[in-house]
């Protein structure tokens, strides 16, 4: 008998056999309940599956059995869909094949059999492990909500229509991975998002053959447009807010279960740059503060490639006081500039990388007071100079104002690339890195929308909160976001 097209017998003897052949005996967890019961004055048996943990087994008792035996009572015909329509609880619902009866039973629901009736129900009683939805580690804020995901999609769900209780959210649930049948939940306002953009991730999502899929990472590289490309071409939030305020934009979400970080489609280099506090604080300020984002995101790129361009190959544009001082500095220090820059900058990654996998508080004290007592022996020592040491401190400090991890893991390897330009031609090679950066960058369009937008194609209105962000009550639509992610009617 397989499971993927056979009807369930109406035989409980035949159902018992199969599933102790292929259930019982190799999931200890899943257990058969055997009860007799009244049917319209016959004495019948029948079993009970249920995930041990995971099934409400007290709600199944004051529920459905409750519930259940009056009705077999004065039942005539061996129907359970004519059960279903009398019980009064709308947890219950009747199954014929074992294909979609087995996937329910894994997600925690209960399966009822009754011997000589064909078919089961199945009970919607879940009880499954999860947290409390407080607030994410890595995207705090000091205004505003301070809930986050967790990892359960309807749970989640739950967060996101609290903050938007009307119909024109737009929720459709896809089943992925032929083991895990994890479901993923694509949201979306319908007066707003662009249906083109709905479509493409609708293919795409039903497209989609994998045996396993356990983490918002993996749907994010099978939805990708370019395989092969560092910068993240999806955006993600564990915050409830920024998932409602992102989807009124004309963006769609997608919901995952087993995970707490939600996807966001389409994204472009300048989104990836805001925070969550940057619709909680004065417009001013967040003007100040996004522009300090972006010449620390300039910074992190260019300064390493920079600081070597001019010691090693352009020293004339270095002030003399300065140039002098630099060269007093790097006297003693057995490396080229160039490896010292790239060995210094290894063991920030080094210390960022230990200060990520310790516990949380031995972890900020690994990377900071780690990368100050280093840095200051390697000079004492003679291993590196005062100031590429500063370079570098610089250069780290400046990557973590980058908002968006993924966005800054695709830095660090940008700018090594570029320091290993500069380190054979100079100026010359800083700015072909540059051009290139560019170029790559400009050629990104995650989802027909362009990655280097308002700056490329140009669109003025969208400077209103992308570059800069102006007063609240004077944006119509707070983020534009290309007028690709939106109905025509909207733009």
């Not at 992190?300 to 003399?320: K, M, N, R, W």
């Not at 220090?333 to 160039?338: C, G, I, L, S």
């Not at 890195?433 to 280097?452: D, F, K, Q, T």
Request: overall charge negative.
């Amino acid at each position: 008998m397989s499971e993927s097209s056979v009807l369930i017998s109406a035989s409980l003897s035949e159902n018992e056999s199969w599933l102790r052949d292929h259930i019982l005996s190799n999931c200890q967890d899943i257990k058969a309940v055997s009860m007799v019961w009244d049917v319209g004055g016959n004495m019948q048996n029948s079993l009970f599956l249920y995930m041990e943990g995971t099934t409400d087994l007290k709600q199944v008792s004051k529920t459905f059995f409750r519930e259940l035996e009056p009705l077999l009572a004065q039942c005539v015909e061996r129907k359970f869909v004519d059960v279903v329509k009398r019980m009064r609880i709308p947890e219950v619902t009747y199954y014929e094949q074992w294909k979609t009866v087995l996937a329910l039973l894994f997600h925690g629901t209960g399966i009822f059999f009754l011997d000589g009736w064909p078919g089961a129900l199945v009970v919607e009683q879940v009880a499954k492990p999860s947290r409390s939805p407080d607030e994410p580690e890595m995207e705090t804020a000091i205004r505003g909500a301070h809930d986050g995901f967790v990892e359960d999609v309807m749970q989640n769900l739950a967060l996101l229509r609290m903050r938007m209780p009307t119909p024109s959210v737009v929720c459709e649930f896809f089943e992925i991975g032929t083991l895990t049948h994890t479901r993923v939940a694509l949201v979306y306002l319908k007066d707003t998002a662009s249906p083109e953009l709905v479509s493409t991730l609708q293919a795409r999502l039903h497209a989609i053959q994998v045996d396993e899929l356990t983490e918002s990472a993996h749907l994010e590289e099978l939805l990708e447009d370019r395989k092969f490309t560092i910068f993240p071409q999806f955006d993600y939030t564990e915050r409830p807010s920024k998932l409602a305020a992102i989807l009124s934009e004309g963006r769609i979400g997608m919901i995952q279960d087993t995970s707490a970080t939600v996807l966001i489609a389409p994204v472009t280099l300048m989104q990836l740059l805001q925070a969550p506090d940057d619709y909680n604080d004065r417009f001013p300020f967040v003007v100040v503060v996004r522009i300090l984002r972006m010449i620390g995101l300039f910074i992190s790129l260019f300064l390493p490639a920079g600081y070597v361009a001019a010691t090693e190959y352009h020293q004339d544009t270095i002030p003399a006081f300065l140039l002098i001082s630099l060269i007093n500095a790097h006297k003693g220090v057995p490396f080229p500039t160039p490896l010292e820059a790239m060995i210094m900058l290894g063991l920030f990654e080094l210390f960022r990388e230990a200060g990520l996998r310790l516990p949380r508080a031995a972890g900020q004290t690994i990377g900071l007071l780690g990368t100050v007592v280093v840095g200051d022996a390697a000079v004492k020592a003679g291993i590196a100079s005062a100031g590429m040491t500063a370079v570098v401190g610089i250069t780290a400090i400046s990557t973590y104002v980058v908002p968006n991890y993924t966005l800054a893991n695709a830095i660090t390897i940008v700018r090594m690339v570029i320091l290993i330009m500069a380190s054979f031609m100079g100026y010359v090679g800083l700015i072909i890195g540059a051009i290139l950066l560019i170029g790559h960058m400009a050629s990104l369009n995650p989802l027909g929308v362009s990655y280097l937008a308002p700056f490329s194609p140009f669109i003025w209105e969208d400077w209103r909160d992308y570059i800069i962000r102006i007063k609240w009550t004077r944006m119509r639509k707070k983020s534009a976001a290309q007028s690709q992610t939106r109905k025509r009617s909207d733009r």
